[in-house]
Structure formats: C-alpha cells, structure tokens
C-alpha cells in the first residue's frame, strides 16, 4: 500500500523558517518523482516545488523561488521542503505528491498520482 505521510508543519512568524518532511512507504521514491504543493483557503492547490527521480533536477514555483528548497533522501525514502523567509501568503496546507509517469511538466497536479494528507502552514504577520 502506498502512502505518504507529512510532518514538519506549524504556525511561524514572518521572516521564519520551517521544514517539512514526507516519509513514503510502498514504493521506493528513486523510481518516482517527489513534489510539494499548497492549497490556501478557497484557493486551487498549486505547484510549489519539485525534484526528479536522482535528484539532480529541481524545479520551484516563481512564488518560492530562492525561499525554499526541495531535497530528497533516496536511502531514506524521504523528501523535504525547507522553508525559509516565510510570508503570510505562504499559509496553507502542504501536500506531498509522487508520480510514477513521466512528463515534462512538473507542476501539473493531475500528473501526480499519489498524495500525503497534508500538513497545515501558518505564518503570522
């Protein structure tokens, strides 16, 4: 059974730093590409930033670029996303994603098969 399972959330000042951790069990993510995404109240769940299947690739949202960094530990079956320079517009919650296919978008939602339950971001102003 596939699972991924988020932790690092939490409420954080602006101007702080968190980082969010996804533990995948049922697979082993060096055959998949890890990703995160956000969903704000009453808004759609958008990109946030993604990592290939080595590693050696990364790619981010223009909203987080230079703030946050995805990394991913093969040998422990774990992705993070660490958060730096936290705005107010960044509270949301997190979602960890994986896919198995391949395509040239990252940061399509619906290219992504499956999904941790979601960890909540809060950063006060």
């Known amino acids: 059974q596939v699972r991924l399972v988020e932790s690092g959330g939490g409420l954080v000042q602006a101007g702080g730093s968190l980082r969010l951790s996804c533990v995948a069990s049922g697979f082993t993510i060096s055959s998949i590409v890890m990703a995160w995404f956000r969903q704000a109240p009453g808004k759609e769940r958008e990109f946030v930033a993604a990592a290939t299947r080595s590693g050696a690739s990364r790619y981010y949202s223009d909203s987080v670029k230079g703030r946050f960094t995805i990394s991913r530990d093969n040998a422990k079956n774990t992705v993070h996303l660490q958060m730096n320079s936290l705005k107010p517009e960044d509270t949301a919650v997190y979602y960890c994603?994986?896919?198995?296919?391949?395509?040239?978008?990252?940061?399509?939602?619906?290219?992504?098969?499956?999904w941790g339950q979601g960890t909540q971001v809060t950063v006060s102003s």
């Open positions: 994603a994986a896919r198995s296919g391949y395509y040239s978008d990252y940061g399509g939602r619906g290219t992504y098969n499956y």
